[in-house]
């Protein structure tokens, strides 16, 4: 069977076509593999800053007090309260990240219910949170903003705008 150049030609690109379908079908699964490890860093990231942040406060026994008095509605000098003010936004900006991680796909459902959950007991249990947050949620993505509102009673913010 003598192949004319016309058979040669056609089974070249059917042979070219192959390649390049096996090329996408190898970048889609490259892709995913990406998808994957990025979530898994970006998680791991913000385990870090977790840990980082409860340990620096489980080693400095002045900011654990402070923080201790300041939840429970203690009075607080003012040095005391800006720095109380600091450690509470600071940490605030960690929940307002995994929030957008959530929003960008990086943290299932529940996993994010079970972040939510806990910052709800924390504020529950945080005398000063309200006040803190009413004063300076301006500062935080509107997203963010709505989802915190939605874990504080309707009116926490209200006694303190006027």
């Known amino acids: 069977m003598k192949l004319t150049s016309d058979q040669l030609n056609r089974w070249l690109s059917l042979g070219a076509n192959l390649g390049v379908l096996l090329g996408i079908i190898l970048l ?6 990406n998808r994957d490890m990025i979530r898994a860093q970006t998680r791991n990231d913000l385990s870090w800053q977790v840990t980082d942040f409860l340990s620096r406060i489980a080693a400095d026994a002045e900011l654990s007090s402070l923080k201790r008095r300041a939840e ?3 009075d607080l000098t003012v ?6 003010k600091y450690h509470f936004f600071a940490n605030t900006r960690i929940w307002e990240n995994f929030h957008y991680q959530y929003r960008q796909g990086m943290f299932d459902d529940i996993e994010y219910q079970a972040a939510k959950n806990s910052w709800g007991k924390l504020i529950g249990v945080n005398m000063r949170f309200a006040q803190n947050w009413c004063s300076g949620f301006v500062n935080f993505s509107q997203d963010f903003e709505r989802e915190i509102n939605n874990l504080l009673d ?9």
């Open 72 to 74: 429970l509605g203690e």
């Open 154 to 162: 309707d009116d926490d913010c209200s006694e303190f705008s006027k």
């Open 79 to 84: 040095e005391e309260e800006q720095r109380y």
């Open 28 to 33: 889609v699964v490259e892709l995913d593999q």
